[in-house]
C-alpha cells in the first residue's frame, strides 16, 4: 500500500503580532502528524553591510528560534554590533534583510519595539536623572511597565536607583540597562555586551534571568567577549570572523571537537606508537604507565583502540573552554584577534 500524504493549510494566529502565521501538517498513512512552523524568532537573511571598501558584515544567514539563547562572538571589528545595529534599525543594510517576530526589521521598526528588549553596548543616559527617573522615562515611551517586576530586578542585581546616573559607576549604569530591558517582560532581547563592568556575583544572577526568560520562551540573541558567559547559558553560538559567520554550532558540539588534554594510566608500560596511531591523538608523551595526550575526535573511539590493548585504570580530562575553541578560529594566517 502507498503512503498517502495529505497537505493540510491550517492558519494560526501569531502570539507575537496578531498576524495570521502559517504552519503545515502532514498526515501520513499511520495518522502520524508533523507540524512545521514557517517562523523563527529573529531571521537574518543574506544581511550585508559595507561601508565603503570596509566589508562589516558579508551575507549573513541566522535563524534564532523561540526560547533560545544565541550566543554572537568575535573581536572587535568582526561585524558583531554592525549586526545588531542592523537589526535594530539603527543602521541600513547594503543588501538582504532581517525580521523578527515575522516582523520586517526596517518596514516595522517601530511595532517591533513593543516586543524587544534591547542593549546597546555603547549605552547613553542622561547623567541628571536617577535611575528610578530614567527607568521612568523609558517605562512611558512603552505604555507603561509593572513596577513591582522592575524593583524586583533592581533588587536582584543590587541596583541603586536613588543616585543620579552621572554619579553612578559604569557597572552599576550597566544595571540600570539590564532593568530597562529586562522590565517590559520582552518577547526578545537583544544585548550588546550585557555583562560589560558588572561584578562575577552579579553576573551570575544576570546569567540565572536569562534562563528563567529563556524558559518563558524568550528568545535572546547575546553579543559578549565573556565567553565563560555564553558557555554557561547559550544553546547555540555563532563565531563571526571579519563580518562572515564562520561557525553556528550547539555549545556542546563545539567542545566535543575541540582538542582535549587526557591523562591515562595503565596496568603495565604503554608504547606511544600505539597512542599515536589513533586519529585526533596528537602530542603523546608517555611515561612508563602513564600517558597523556590531546586529543580533537570522539572519546569512544579513542578508548575502544586502547582498551583493546591495555587495561585502564584512571583516566582524567580536562575539556577545552570555548575560550580555546574560540581563539582556534582565528589561528588562520591575516585572522587577528
Known sequence: MKQIQVGIDIHLLSPYNGKLNKQLIRINEGGHTNLMNSQAA?????????????????????DISAGEIFGFLGPNGAGKTTTIRTLMDEIRPTAGKASI????????SVEIRKFIGYLPGDLAMYPN???KDTLTYFANLRG???????????????????????DLSSGNRQKIGLIQAFMNRPKVLIMDEPSSGLDPLIQREFQTMLREVARQGCSVFLSSHTLSEVQ????????????????????????????????????????ASVLEAIPGVRDVTVENQRAVISYDGKM??????????YELLDIRTQEADLEEIFLAYYREEGAGV
Do not use: C
Open 42 to 62: 529573529i531571521h537574518i537573511e543574506g544581511l550585508t553591510k559595507h561601508y565603503g571598501d570596509i566589508k562589516a558584515v558579508v551575507d549573513l544567514n541566522l
Open 101 to 108: 517576530l515575522g516582523l520586517d526589521t526596517h518596514e516595522k
Open 129 to 131: 536623572l536617577t535611575g
Open 144 to 166: 507603561g511597565v509593572d513596577w513591582t517586576y522592575v524593583n524586583q530586578l533592581a533588587e536582584r542585581i543590587s541596583a541603586d536607583l536613588a543616585k543620579k546616573v552621572g
Open 232 to 271: 554557561r547559558v547559550a544553546d547555540r553560538v555563532g563565531i563571526i570572523r571579519r563580518g562572515n559567520l564562520a561557525a553556528v554550532e550547539s555549545v556542546a558540539n563545539l567542545r566535543s571537537k575541540a582538542i582535549r588534554r587526557i591523562e591515562l594510566d595503565f596496568d603495565t608500560p604503554v608504547e
Open 300 to 309: 569512544e573511539d579513542m578508548l575502544r583502540v586502547v582498551m583493546e590493548r
